[in-house]
């Protein structure tokens, strides 16, 4: 069986902490990898106010999907 499961994470209690996490793990970290510290800090500059949507009184929530999948062998 294979079944979607929409969630949220929490990346952190400020957007600061938010966008620190973002630029650690995921698509974002991989692709920012290998480029100089001063566009990384542009970047991190840019990323701050657009996660300010997702501020909640968890801290700041983004939402993640997953798919569940159950195998058994035949």
């Known amino acids: 069986a294979?079944?979607?499961l929409d969630s949220q994470v929490v990346f952190?209690?400020?957007a600061e902490d938010a966008a620190d996490h973002a630029m650690r793990m995921g698509p974002l970290a991989r692709g920012i990898a290998d480029l100089p510290e001063s566009t990384r800090a542009?970047?991190?500059a840019r990323l701050i106010p657009g996660l300010a949507r997702?501020?909640?009184p968890q801290g700041?929530?983004?939402p993640a999907a997953v798919w569940l999948?159950?195998?058994?062998p035949a």
Do not use: K, T
């Open 60 to 62: 700041f929530a983004l």
């Open 2 to 4: 294979i079944e979607p």
């Open 54 to 56: 997702y501020a909640g």
């Open 69 to 72: 999948v159950d195998a058994r």
């Open 12 to 14: 952190g209690q400020n």
């Open 42 to 44: 542009q970047i991190r």
